[in-house]
Structure formats: C-alpha cells, structure tokens
C-alpha cells in the first residue's frame, strides 16, 4: 500500500524477478505482475513492460488460457493508465502474444491508456467490438478424427478470444466515459441495449460496468437496473450486479440500497455463494461508517486518483471470472478495493494542526468555468460546523470571514489561517 504510485525502482527490482522465476505459478505471477502495475502505474516503465511483455510470450498455450494470465495484461495496462498514444507500440508487440490473451491485452491496454478522456472514437469501437456474435464451443468427446478435433478447438480458441475481448470493452466504455456527465448519460444509455441485445459473456460485465460508472453515486436509475439484474437466472450476472450495488452505494449508508440488500439476503438465504455477495455489498455501503469512498475522483472532481482507479480494476478484472476466483479460492483479491478508499470528509485544523470547527456551507456544486464576476460556486446549501461530510457533487464553503483556507478546494483536510484584515 505504501509504494503504490511511487514508481520505487528497489520496489521494482524485488518483484521483477518473480515473473521470470519457472517456479512461479501463474497465480503468482498474475498478482506480481498487477503489484508492478500498481507500483509503476502511469509510468510506461520501460523494463516493468518488457519484462511483463517477455513472460507473456513466453507461456505456453495452455498456460495462457489459465484464468490468472488477465492480471499480466492488466499489469502491463496500468503501466500506461491515461496515456494515451503513449501505449500504441505495446499494443502492436501484443500482436505475437497467443490468444486467447493477445487480443483481450491488447484491448484493456488500449482502454486504460484512455481511461476518463471521454474519447467517443475509443467509445465507438468498444461498441462496434460489443456488436460482434460468438457462439460458445464447448469440449465435444465425440469428435474422434484428428482434422475435425483441431478445426473444433480453433473455433473454440476464436470464440474464448472473441468473449475475452468483449468482457474487457464493456468495462473499457464505462472506463472512458466516466469523467464527466454527459459522457456517462450516453454510456449508461449504450448498456441498457446491451443488456437487451448483448451476449451472455456481456450481461456478465455490464453491472461491473455500472459499478465503474457510479463509484459511490448511488443514482436511481442505476440502483434500479442492478436491482433487477440481481434476481437475474444467470448467476454470473446475479453475483455482479449484487457486488455492483455495492461499490454504487459505496460509503454512503444509502437507506434505499441497505433495504434493497437486506431482501436480497432473505432472498437468497439458502444460496451461499450469493449471500456472500449481499454481505459483501452491506460492508461497502457502510465503508467506514458513511465517512469513505470509492470514487476516483476528486479536488471538485476535476483530477483522477489513477492508485484509485488501478485498485478498482484490479477488482474488477477478478470479477470477469467470479466463480473461478472471487468463489473460488482467489477472494483475496477484493483487497484491491484499500487502495480506491479516500475519505470524503471535510475536517478543518488551525496552523499547530489542532482541529478547529467552523461553520461550512454545503450544497450542490455549480459549474462555474468561463462565468465573468463572482458567480456562486453551490446552490441549495446548509450551513453545518465541521468536520462534515461531503456527498457526490457536493462542495463546501467556508460560511466566516475569520479565516481563510490554505488550498482553494475544500476537501479532505484543510489547514486555516487566521485573516488578518479582520483581526485589524
């Protein structure tokens, strides 16, 4: 937790190693391989990607398909979080990578180098990646003939590629769109039609989606779509939509969602693996008590927490595999969660760093950019003594002359200074 985002090189050395290791798992090597991610995340570490991109070329065929390898791809992805251009040569180099692992890297690298630009081109071609038909091959004993065998596993191979590419697009529109508003209404209106017309292998990701979407801004539509997908008949979809609820309501001790949750767990009282889940998304609605959060954004919503972000992902990514992981034996991975937690309370301290209460005005935040004069920045406030607690879209404003804050955005902690002009 202490190096994420420091890009320590002795950090770096230790776990670099590992991944060339032949005694390493794949469960090993797909959680070093998201530790150096972590580390040297938005960096484009030169030697983390090569080393990442040398260990992928050099697993075998079966060794690929293992349900670990996505956190190698996810590992080389976060080293080029925001980036943009940036990640266009590693994308090419994935190209010699063995699907069905080439192709789902080489798309959740392209998605997290444009992760919260709103890129409608990146948005239109994870659609257009959404829209394509796969059919699930299945093992068939019956096929004897040595030919026949093999045109029946590449088809399969093609298939498992074709549904690993789309999962990670699904949670690729969500990453794009969701700096700002707009862009998230018009995601948001893409999911409900592929949760119409989508393919099985994408229901099971849209709720992931959403949760991405909505990190801790429990909104009605949202709520009421997962609330639905929760009593869906594919488990997979369930057991999402439930953990989305979750990470929707994170930190806000939202009463509707703690309801919706408590039938949900009468619900599913028979049912271990869901219950598990109920449970699961009861803590993160009452993350900390009401005084966390998940959302990556923060300082007026206008800068991206990218440790955030990776943390999330992390978790998500475990999700594309729910019953192979998070069920299974890998539920440590939820982990991931710690490094998206910020606080989202307001607490103000004196000079010395004692706490000093003041009174605050807290209301929706205003977009004033480009307004002439001194528009006001909130509307429909409360005035409240702090420490305070900030909703999604809330600001605050000190409500006294007395003193005056060291930082222009009031968030988190906030050291204030005396004003002078009033003690003259």
């Known amino acids: 937790m202490r190096v994420l985002g420091s890009n320590r090189e002795d950090v770096i050395e230790l776990l670099l190693p590992v991944l060339c290791d032949s005694k390493s798992t794949m469960e ?153 508003d707009l862009g998230a209404e018009m995601a948001l209106r893409s999911f409900s039609n592929l949760l119409r017309y989508g393919e099985p292998g994408i229901r099971r990701i849209v709720p992931l989606a959403l949760g991405v979407l909505s990190a801790s801004n429990p909104r009605l539509e949202i709520i009421d779509t997962l609330s639905k997908l929760s009593h869906d008949s594919d488990a997979e979809v369930a057991h999402n939509a439930i953990f989305a609820m979750g990470i929707v309501g994170s930190g806000t001790n939202n009463a509707r969602l703690a309801n919706m949750l408590r039938q949900l767990a009468q619900y599913y009282h028979k049912d271990a693996n869901n219950l598990f889940m109920v449970r699961l998304a009861q803590g993160l609605v009452h993350l900390g008590k009401g005084t966390l959060t998940l959302s990556p954004y923060h300082s007026d919503r206008m800068l991206m927490s990218r440790v955030a972000v990776g943390g999330l992902l992390g978790v998500m990514t475990a999700f594309m595999d729910v019953n192979g992981l998070i069920i299974g034996k890998s539920h440590y991975l939820l982990y991931h969660l710690v490094s998206a937690i910020q606080p989202r309370m307001l607490v103000t301290f004196n000079e010395e760093l004692k706490p000093l209460p003041v009174p605050v005005r807290v209301g929706q935040a205003v977009d004033v950019v480009g307004q002439a004069g001194k528009p006001k920045t909130i509307t429909g406030f409360q005035t409240h003594t702090t420490p305070v607690l900030l909703a999604h879209g809330e600001r605050a404003e000190l409500g006294t002359n007395e003193y005056t804050p060291l930082t222009p955005i009031m968030e988190g902690f906030v050291i204030l200074r005396k004003n002078e002009e009033m003690e003259e």
């Open 28 to 180: 090993v090597i797909g959680q070093t391989a998201l530790a150096l991610g972590m580390v040297a995340i938005s960096t484009c570490h030169g030697e983390v990607t090569s080393t990442i991109l040398q260990t992928m070329m050099e697993k075998s065929e079966t060794e690929l398909k293992d349900t670990h390898t996505k956190f190698l791809a996810l590992g080389l992805a976060l080293t080029y979080l925001g980036k943009q251009e940036e990640a266009a040569l590693t994308i090419e180099a994935l190209k010699v990578v063995g699907n069905p692992l080439g192709k789902m890297a080489a798309t959740l690298v392209e998605v997290v180098a444009y992760a919260g630009t709103g890129d409608v081109l990146k948005i239109q071609k994870m659609l257009h990646l959404c829209s394509e038909h796969f059919e699930v091959v299945k093992d068939d004993p019956k096929i004897k003939d040595k030919k026949e065998k093999a045109e029946h596993e590449k088809k399969k191979l093609e298939s498992e590629t074709g549904i690993a590419q789309q999962s990670v697009a699904v949670l690729g529109i969500a990453l794009i769109a969701m700096a700002e």
